[in-house]
T-cell receptor, first 112, second 113 residues
Framework: SQTIHQWPATLVQPVGSPLSLECTVE??????LYWYRQAAGRGLQLLFY??????ISSEVPQNLSASRPQDRQFILSSKKLLLSDSGFYLC???????????FGEGSWLTVV | GQQVMQIPQYQHVQEGEDFTTYCNSS?????IQWYKQRPGGHPVFLIQ?????EVKKQKRLTFQFGEAKKNSSLHITATQTTDVGTYFC?????????????FGKGTKLSVIP
């Protein structure tokens, strides 16, 4: 069966510090991978998606970047965090663009 | 812009009352999906509807897909405290040469015991 792992689960970072959130998927190959952000416990904002290694599409221009160094690994980064980067970050995967999306357990980021 | 409109944003019900959330798309959808996110948790897939006019049931939950495949609803009969959470609908939309699932903003359900 397929599983998705995301870490760290929670982190508190000072403004201006770097960020790295990592996500791996097991049990499938060549999945679509996604990073979402959820602020204030509400809507899901798609940040990045990837249909293959090295292929990243950005939905919202911002202080963040994503990379896919391996087929089942997706990384969300920032060089300098802003207070507005605080939120709940969710990694997710699907078989295809319109298919069911399976979410990781999420990472709570607080920028102080 | 937002292509999937979901209402209401919030709903507070007494335990035992019914609850309905509605989802409307600006365009015809090939399918619509529903997810549930418990407080502090991550969204979890509930169901997918594909056919025009389709109705599916999961215990006390009834999901409908409109005849025109542009709207959908989720109805919960006799809510329980375990139903608390945010319910999202999602539909596939074309963008940058590929289809991606776009989520509504969700309906947050509170159940008063």
């Amino acid at each position: 069966s397929q599983t998705i792992h995301q870490w760290p689960a929670t982190l508190v970072q000072p403004v201006g510090s770097p960020l790295s959130l990592e996500c791996t998927v097991e049990g499938t190959s060549n999945p679509n991978l996604y990073w979402y952000r959820q602020a204030a416990g509400r809507g899901l904002q798609l940040l990045f998606y990837s249909v293959g290694i090295g292929q990243i599409s950005s939905e919202v221009p911002q202080n963040l970047s994503a990379s896919r160094p391996q087929d089942r690994q997706f990384i969300l980064s920032s060089k300098k965090l802003l207070l507005s980067d605080s939120g709940f970050y969710l990694c997710a995967w699907s078989y295809g663009g319109a298919d069911t999306i399976y979410f990781g357990e999420g990472s709570w980021l607080t920028v102080v | 812009g937002q292509q999937v409109m979901q209402i209401p944003q919030y709903q507070h019900v007494q335990e035992g009352e019914d609850f309905t959330t509605y989802c409307n798309s600006s365009t015809t959808l090939s399918n619509i999906q529903w997810y549930k996110q418990r407080p502090g948790g991550h969204p979890v897939f509930l169901i997918q509807l594909v056919k025009s006019g389709e109705v599916k049931k999961q215990k006390r939950l009834t999901f409908q897909f409109g005849e025109a495949k542009k709207n959908s609803s989720l109805h919960i009969t006799a809510t329980q405290t375990t139903d608390v959470g945010t319910y999202f609908c999602a539909g596939p939309y074309s963008g940058a040469g590929s289809y991606q699932l776009t989520f509504g903003k969700g309906t947050k359900l509170s159940v008063i015991p």
